[in-house]
């Protein structure tokens, strides 16, 4: 079953680098991205791990907890974590979930369509979890989600800049424009009128009668 924005994520206890993780619990009232990589001792995931080791300050700045999942045991992530802290040039503190039941990739519908290929000359390659990504508001319901081939690597600075996004606007009336950063300008939400979004966000720059911009507001 397909995960839509606004889903509850879904719940699961897992073991992990970080001890038995019951996610909805680990969520904390916070923020929190998930996000799948086909295997341990793979190039493409070790770079990306290693991005997410380094963005760990980041991270903590936004208050978001980040965790992988992989089809790979607790064991083999320990002696993974090694490669990508040496490639990475940090620690790699995040929780990585042993999935080899793959009860994880299934609830998030992390896995490709090759997975439910009738098992005979299906190869390993048809059961890797694709590289999935979700961000998780602190009401545990899916914001946002981005679906990756295994081979193209994740962009992390996406990954952040959305997140800032999604934490910009969550409960606000506004909208964050095409290649937005923070700091940048917002588009006000059509359900304020003009007065109402002038007395809530200052001036406005209207460039059309539905595209009205505001500061960002603190």
Same mark, same amino acid.
């Given at each position: 079953?397909?995960?839509?924005?606004?889903?509850?994520?879904?719940?699961?206890?897992?073991?992990?680098?970080?001890?038995?993780?019951?996610?909805?619990?680990?969520?904390?009232?916070?923020?929190?991205?998930?996000?799948?990589?086909?295997?341990?001792?793979?190039?493409?995931?070790?770079?990306?791990?290693?991005?997410?080791?380094?963005?760990? +300050?980041?991270?903590?700045? !936004? $208050?978001?907890?980040? #965790?992988?999942?992989?089809? @790979?045991? *607790?064991?083999?992530?320990?002696?993974?974590?090694?490669?990508?802290?040496?490639?990475?040039?940090?620690?790699?503190?995040?929780?990585?979930?042993?999935?080899?039941?793959?009860?994880?990739?299934?609830?998030?519908?992390?896995?490709?369509?090759?997975?439910?290929?009738?098992?005979?000359?299906?190869?390993?390659?048809?059961?890797?979890?694709?590289?999935?990504?979700?961000?998780?508001?602190?009401?545990?319901?899916?914001?946002?989600?981005?679906?990756? +081939?295994?081979?193209?690597? !994740? $962009?992390?600075?996406? #990954?952040?800049?959305?997140? @800032?996004? *999604?934490?910009?606007?969550?409960?606000?009336?506004?909208?964050?424009?095409?290649?937005?950063?923070?700091?940048?300008?917002?588009?006000?939400?059509?359900?304020?009128?003009?007065?109402?979004?002038?007395?809530?966000?200052?001036?406005?720059?209207?460039?059309?009668?539905?595209?009205?911009?505001?500061?960002?507001?603190?």
């Amino acid at each position: 079953m397909s995960i839509r924005i606004n889903d509850v994520a879904p719940d699961f206890t897992a073991e992990s680098t970080a001890g038995t993780i019951h996610f909805h619990d680990w969520l904390a009232g916070g923020y929190a991205i998930i996000f799948s990589h086909p295997r341990d001792f793979t190039p493409v995931c070790t770079t990306e791990f290693g991005a997410v080791a380094q963005l760990a +300050p980041e991270w903590a700045k !936004r $208050n978001t907890k980040v #965790i992988g999942v992989s089809v @790979d045991s *607790v064991a083999d992530h320990g002696k993974w974590k090694r490669d990508i802290e040496a490639f990475g040039g940090a620690p790699a503190d995040f929780p990585i979930i042993d999935d080899t039941s793959l009860t994880v990739a299934k609830a998030f519908d992390m896995l490709p369509a090759d997975y439910y290929l009738p098992t005979e000359g299906r190869t390993p390659a048809n059961t890797a979890t694709v590289r999935t990504v979700y961000i998780i508001g602190p009401d545990k319901k899916v914001r946002l989600s981005m679906t990756y +081939p295994m081979s193209v690597g !994740r $962009n992390f600075a996406e #990954i952040l800049r959305a997140l @800032d996004a *999604v934490q910009a606007t969550d409960g606000v009336p506004i909208a964050t424009p095409a290649n937005w950063q923070p700091g940048q300008d917002v588009i006000v939400a059509l359900s304020l009128n003009n007065d109402q979004a002038t007395e809530k966000f200052g001036a406005l720059d209207i460039k059309l009668p539905y595209l009205r911009f505001a500061k960002q507001p603190k």
